[in-house]
């Protein structure tokens, strides 16, 4: 995929919603909880409205048609009947642009389905996610964490099971996924699936979390060295589990456990990085920044199991940023972290430290 397509899909897919002007459809239709025939006739409308400029129009239409209808979704008090009646509306529109062959029309298309989160919104995104073009697979994830952010700032307007439908599907894909791109941009969704508080859902977050685990510890076992991407992306998945364990009611011991093992991973994997030499200045400091989060993750994770005291810290990273003492950082790592007398291998961690030797 050209470099170009990915950057115009990081840039074009911002969480954050863009600065809207005040929907042009009423607030009480919004809010609406069952949508009257004469307020359903309203969003068909509205639709319609729009649907000639995403599907056919310029640049300038595009995003200012893709604006309009992404508006209502930015109120407060979205309604379970209103998002549903939107995307219905919506759904052959999307199709179209789906089939347009244009890759911001494509980009835009999944970006609003996204947004609407519904089961048929969905079934787009998933259908996009086993597209054989990395770029589809791309839009369609970045999409996704737009609609588990909607499901946990919205009321919510799919099942749970229906949700962690989409997390197994995440599940299936990202360990193997062949660009690193796109699975950091799963790992993003799965972020946003496991931070959430809606009621209901605790089992979606929680298979969310050690989803990611799971993962960014089987690419990281997997990657051949110097791969800056996926050091991002595990980096990503372990400053979140270090945010977790930190927070007032924590984690369970046993993913306080599985994010300690993905911090040996990573520091095992930062290490076959310096050994392997020639590093770039950006695979320095994506292992330095890559270290740094695996030790924080293990001196949090440890004062959490175990309770004999405080921990020590490590301070690894700091070696390997100096430069020229990368022989120091692997034997570190191997003699303070991940060898046979290393913390990870012992209580109360006790990992076998056979584990970390690939």
Known sequence: MPNRLLAASVLLLPLAAPAFGQSELPRDLIEASRLTDAQSRTVASFVE????????????????????????LTEDGVSVDFRIRLGAELAPVLEAMLASGQPDRQLTALRIAGSLATAESVALLTEAMSDEAPDHRLMAAA???????????????????????????????????????VADAMGRALIEASSGSRDGFDGVRELAFDTLIAAASTRLQSAEPTHAREMILASRALEHARQQITLGEGLSSARVLASAGLAGDAAAYAAKTAQAGGMSSIDRSSAVALTAAAEAVIFFAQG????????????????????GRDGDFVAGVRDRLTGASGVLTSPPFRFDAARFDG
């Open 49 to 72: 409205d729009n649907r000639a400029g995403l599907v056919d129009g310029d640049a300038s239409d595009l995003r200012r048609h893709r604006t309009a209808v992404l508006a209502p």
């Open 143 to 181: 999409a996704l964490r737009r609609t588990f952010r909607a499901i946990n700032d919205q009321r919510p307007a799919m099942t749970e099971g229906r949700v962690r439908q989409i997390v197994d599907l995440l599940a299936g894909a990202m360990p193997s996924e062949t660009s690193a791109d």
């Open 304 to 323: 959490q199991l175990d309770d004999a005291g405080t921990p020590t810290p490590t301070q690894l990273s700091g070696i390997l940023e100096d430069g």
